[in-house]
């Protein structure tokens, strides 16, 4: 089974100390939600980018999905906060 690419932006980004990483693939049945939760207990900069997982969205192979979404087979999973534009 293939590893799961994770990248990550903005204090996302500032809070773990990387812009991706490698993980071992969850099951086809993990939400990214969930995903999330797990993540959160890795250490101090994990717990503080994942700490109000609400204010985040999330991209799986560069398509926007809810939080709730299944990871599936997907490759790369990028976790932002909100973008605003103008």
């Known amino acids: 089974m293939s590893d799961l690419t994770l990248v990550y ?3 996302v980004r500032e809070a773990i100390g990387r812009d991706e990483e490698q993980v071992e693939r ?3 049945d993990v939400t990214i939600s969930a995903l ?3 993540l959160a207990t890795r250490g101090a ?3 503080e980018a ?3 997982p609400e204010k985040l969205r999330a991209a799986l ?3 926007f999905v809810p939080l709730d979404s ?3 087979d997907a490759k790369e999973l990028a976790i932002f906060p909100p973008v605003t534009g103008g």
């Open 50 to 52: 994942f700490a109000r």
């Open 70 to 72: 299944v990871i599936g």
């Open 45 to 47: 900069g994990y717990a």
């Open 61 to 63: 192979d560069q398509h």
């Open 26 to 28: 969850p099951a086809a």
């Open 9 to 11: 932006f903005a204090w």
């Open 36 to 38: 999330i939760a797990t």
